[in-house]
C-alpha cells in the first residue's frame, strides 16, 4: 500500500504538486496519467525518495518514507531512460545488480522471458533501444518487491515483448503485487489498469475506473475521456 497525504513540491517557483493526496493498494494495477508537467514524475520520485517534497508524508506499507531508505527494498522501479554503463555487458549488469541488491533474484527466468539469451555477452552500447528496455525490464522483475513502478514501459517493445510484458503484470498482480504505471499508450490502460488517476497541475483531477471515468465524461472512447476530464475539476 501506498499512501499520500497533502503534498507539496516547488521547485523555484514552479509548484508542481499542490497539496496531492493518494492511497492505492496492493493487488491494483493503477495508471497515472497526466499530460507533460502535470506532476506525475515528481509524485513517482517523492515515493522513490528521489525527490524531497516541501511538505506532506509518505507512506509505504504503513511505514513513513522520510529520512528513510529501507522501505525502498520493497520497491522495484523501471525508468522511462535507462542510463545503463555501456561498456558492461548484459550478463554483467545483471550479476551486478544482484549482488548490490543482495535479495533472491530470479534472473534466469527474466532472460529466457524476454529473449535475452543472445544478448548476455554483448554489450549495451551495441543495443538497439528495445533490446535495452527488455533488458530494464528483467531488471525490474527480477526481484519479488511488493510494489512495481513502471515509467512508460512500452517504449520501444516489440509486440512479442509487449505481449510478455501484459503476462508479467498480471501475474504478479494475481499474486498481491502494486503497480503503479506511467503511460501514454491508451490501449495499454484499457487492457490492464484497475484504477485511472490522472493529473493535472499537480493535483489529481480523477480517480477511478474506466467505466466511472467514461460515466463521469459521458465519453466512450477512453482518450476522449481522459480529454475530456482535464476540462473539469479536480476530485481529489
Known sequence: MIEVENLHKKFGKNAVLTGLSLKVEGGGIYAVLGPNGSGKTTLIKSILGMVVPDQGLIRVNGQPTHRKWKYREELSYLPQIANFPGNLSVSELLDMIVDLRRQ?????????????????????????????????????????????????????????????????????????????????????????????????????YFKGTLEALRQRTGQNDVEHAIAAISTQEPNA
Open 104 to 204: 533472491p533474484a530470479r534472473q534466469q527466468e527474466l532472460i529466457a522471458e524476454f529473449g535475452l539469451e543472445p544478448f548476455l555477452n554483448k554489450k549495451l552500447s551495441n543495443l538497439s533501444g528495445g533490446t535495452r528496455q527488455k533488458v530494464n525490464l528483467a531488471l525490474t522483475f527480477m526481484f519479488d518487491s511488493p510494489v512495481y513502478i513502471l515509467d512508460e514501459p512500452t517504449n520501444g517493445l516489440d509486440p512479442a515483448s509487449l505481449i510478455r510484458l501484459k503476462e508479467r503484470i498480471r501475474l504478479e498482480q494475481s499474486r498481491g503485487k502494486l503497480f503503479l504505471v506511467t503511460t501514454h499508450i491508451m490501449q495499454f490502460v484499457e487492457e490492464l489498469a484497475d484504477e485511472v488517476i490522472y493529473l493535472l497541475e499537480g493535483k489529481i
